[in-house]
C-alpha cells in the first residue's frame, strides 16, 4: 500500500509540565493543540504504523495535553492515546487487520499513529469501531480494579464519579459479579440511569442529607473498597466512614481542591489503607496471560451487548478544533473520526 509522505495531526503545543493546577476543563483546545500537517512516522524495529479510524478523548487525553498527567508532553507530537485502525505498515504480521492500541510513539489524535507492536490488539469483527476506538484504557481498567474488589472478598464496593463511562461498566461487573455497587454521583438525575447499570445503590454527594444516606448504606452492605476517581471531600469523608481495613483505592483527580484526612488515627488503630492504580503499572506488572484474559473478557462484553461505550459526539480530525470543546464534558464519550474507517465497523 502506498502511503503519503505526510499527515494531518493535532499536535501537542507544548513540552513538559504545566506550572500551575489544572482543572478538567476544556474552554478550548487552541493553547494545547493545533491542527498541523506533519511527516508521515515511520515504523522502526519492533513498531507498528496505524491507519487511525477512531480515537478516543478521555479525562487523561485532556489531562495530559494541559500538562497535568504522569508522563509530559513532548512538543510537536500528535496527542491521543488510545484509538481503532488498521495496521499498514510495520514489524508485524498484523498488516492489514483492525486493532485496538495504544500509541506510544506518535498518538491517535491524526490520521496516522506509531506504536510498539506490543499494544497492537487484533478486534473481533463483532466488536465496532465505536467501542473499539475506547477498548483500553476504561474497559481494562474497570477489569483489573473488579479483580481488586473480587479479591477482597466484600460482597460490595464502593465507585466515585459512577457516571462517567467507566463508572458505568463498574456498575454491570459488579452486577454480573453479584458484587453490589454503590454509586457516587454528584447529580441526581443520574440515579435511575445508574440503576440499570447495576448499582445496588447510588449515593448523590451534593444531597443535603448525603451524610446519613452514606452511614446507612455502609451500615447495610459494609464496603470494603473505595474505588475513587474524584479525589475530594466527599470521598475522604465516605473512606473514613467505612469500617475496619478499609481501601481507597484512588485511580483519578477529578477534583480540584484535595481532601483533608480528617481520621489519621484510623491509618493506625482501623488498618485502613490509602494507594492508587494506574493501568499502565498494571499492564507492566501482571502475568500476560491474566492480561490477555481481561483483553478477551472486554471484548466478549462489548460483542454480546453486556457493554456499549455511550457515545455523546464523533467530531471529524480536521474539525476537532472548533468542535470538540463544545461537546467534550456534557456527558458521553466524545470521539474523533480520524478518516480511515473500514466499512461495516461502525
Ligand atoms: N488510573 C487509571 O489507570 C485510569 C484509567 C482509566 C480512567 N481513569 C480515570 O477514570 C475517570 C473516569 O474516566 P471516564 O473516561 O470514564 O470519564 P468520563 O466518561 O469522561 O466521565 C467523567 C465523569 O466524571 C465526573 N466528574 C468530573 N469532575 C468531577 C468532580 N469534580 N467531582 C465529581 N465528579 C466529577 C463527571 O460527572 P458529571 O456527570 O456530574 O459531569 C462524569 O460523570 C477519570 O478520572 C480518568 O482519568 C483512570
Redesign the pocket.
Known amino acids: 500500500m502506498a502511503l503519503p509522505d505526510r499527515m494531518k495531526a493535532l499536535v501537542v503545543t507544548e513540552s513538559g509540565h504545566a506550572d500551575s493546577r489544572q482543572d478538567?476543563s476544556l474552554p478550548s483546545l487552541a493553547p494545547h493543540v493545533a491542527l498541523e500537517e506533519i511527516a508521515l512516522p515511520r515504523p522502526g524495529p519492533g513498531q507498528a504504523l496505524i491507519r487511525v479510524h477512531r480515537a478516543s478523548v478521555?479525562?487523561?487525553d485532556v489531562?495530559f495535553i494541559k500538562g497535568a498527567y504522569g508522563q509530559p508532553r513532548v512538543k510537536g507530537v500528535p496527542a491521543g492515546f488510545e484509538g481503532v485502525g488498521t495496521v499498514v505498515a510495520g514489524d508485524t504480521p498484523l498488516i492489514g487487520r483492525r486493532v485496538s492500541f495504544f500509541a506510544t510513539h506518535s498518538g491517535t489524535w491524526a490520521e496516522y499513529a506509531l506504536t510498539d507492536v506490543a499494544t497492537l490488539i487484533p478486534l473481533r469483527p463483532d466488536v465496532g469501531d465505536a467501542d473499539a476506538a475506547g477498548l483500553l484504557?476504561?474497559p481494562m481498567?474497570a477489569v483489573a480494579m473488579f479483580d481488586l474488589v473480587r479479591q477482597d472478598g466484600a460482597d460490595s464496593f464502593i465507585a466515585?464519579?459512577?457516571?462517567?463511562?467507566?463508572?458505568k461498566f463498574l456498575m454491570a461487573l459488579g452486577r454480573d459479579g453479584g458484587i453490589r455497587p454503590i454509586a457516587v454521583?454528584?447529580?441526581a438525575e443520574?440515579a435511575e440511569m445508574l440503576r440499570a447499570h447495576g448499582a445496588a445503590e447510588v449515593l448523590v454527594?451534593t444531597a443535603p442529607d448525603m451524610a446519613r444516606q452514606a452511614r446507612d448504606v455502609l451500615g447495610r452492605l459494609g464496603p470494603r473498597i473505595l474505588l475513587d476517581?474524584?479525589a475530594?471531600q466527599v470521598s475522604a469523608d465516605l473512606f473514613f466512614a467505612m469500617g475496619r481495613g478499609a481501601r481507597w483505592v484512588i485511580?483519578?483527580?477529578?477534583?480540584?481542591e484535595p481532601p483533608r484526612l480528617t481520621e489519621p488515627g484510623q491509618f493506625i488503630f482501623l488498618g485502613k489503607r490509602v494507594e492508587?492504580?494506574?493501568?499502565?503499572g498494571?499492564m507492566r506488572e501482571t502475568p500476560r496471560a491474566r492480561v490477555e484474559a481481561a483483553i478477551a473478557e472486554v471484548q466478549a462484553r462489548f460483542a454480546d451487548g453486556r457493554w456499549r461505550t455511550d457515545v455523546a459526539a464523533v467530531v471529524p480530525l480536521t474539525e476537532a478544533m472548533e468542535q470538540l470543546p463544545a461537546v467534550y464534558?456534557r456527558?458521553?464519550?466524545v470521539q474523533i473520526d480520524c478518516g480511515g474507517a473500514a466499512a461495516g465497523t461502525e
Open positions: 478538567q478521555n479525562p487523561s489531562a484504557v476504561n481498567t466515585t464519579a459512577a457516571a462517567s463511562q467507566l463508572g454521583v454528584r447529580r443520574q454527594s476517581a474524584v475530594d485511580y483519578g483527580r477529578l477534583a480540584t492508587g492504580f494506574w493501568l499502565t498494571w464534558g456527558g458521553g464519550k
